[in-house]
């Protein structure tokens, strides 16, 4: 089942976590973070829009590594994530949980797909920019990058 969100990006930054962790984001950011759209920690990833602003965001839990549709957008990237708890929780930088979705507890991997990054106007504030979150049950695997925007 796809959940369909608007999520204020702020900070550029939203998280996906365990709720039961309820962890806390990291604050250390490298260049090599920022250009990879995604950072990981333990019990959270942090996803990196291009806007400071809400965008929409679509949020999917499968059983098996979806195809690969390079091609559909201009960035890819993966991360994991353990989600002891079986809740995958949804929460901007500075708001609140957006959302709980019920899993099942595991080692997840973790898709940010970003698309229409190029409709982005200059000042940042306007944009059909896109993002999917596709998570999958995985064994732990290292922040890759599948195609990198503006690279």
């Known amino acids: 089942m796809v959940r369909r969100y608007r999520i204020l990006a702020d900070y550029h930054q939203f998280y996906l976590w365990d709720h039961g962790a309820s962890p806390d984001a990291p604050t250390d950011f490298t260049a090599a973070d ?10 959270v990833v942090v996803v990196q829009p291009e806007r400071n602003m809400e965008v929409p965001v679509e949020v999917e839990v499968v059983r098996d590594a979806p195809p690969l549709d390079l ?16 809740r995958l929780e949804i929460h901007e930088c500075t708001g609140g949980s957006v959302d709980v979705v019920p899993v099942a507890p595991g080692i997840y991997r973790v898709r940010a797909e970003h698309g229409g990054l190029g409709t982005i106007s200059p000042d940042g504030l306007d944009g059909q920019d ?4 596709v998570l999958w049950p995985a064994p732990f695997a290292e922040v890759s990058v599948l195609k990198q925007y503006g690279a």
Do not use: M, N, Q, T
């Open 130 to 133: 896109r993002y999917r979150i």
């Open 71 to 86: 091609d559909r957008w201009d960035h890819v990237a993966e991360a994991s994530l353990a989600l002891p708890s079986g």
């Open 34 to 43: 920022v250009a990879r759209r995604i950072k990981a920690a333990p019990f």
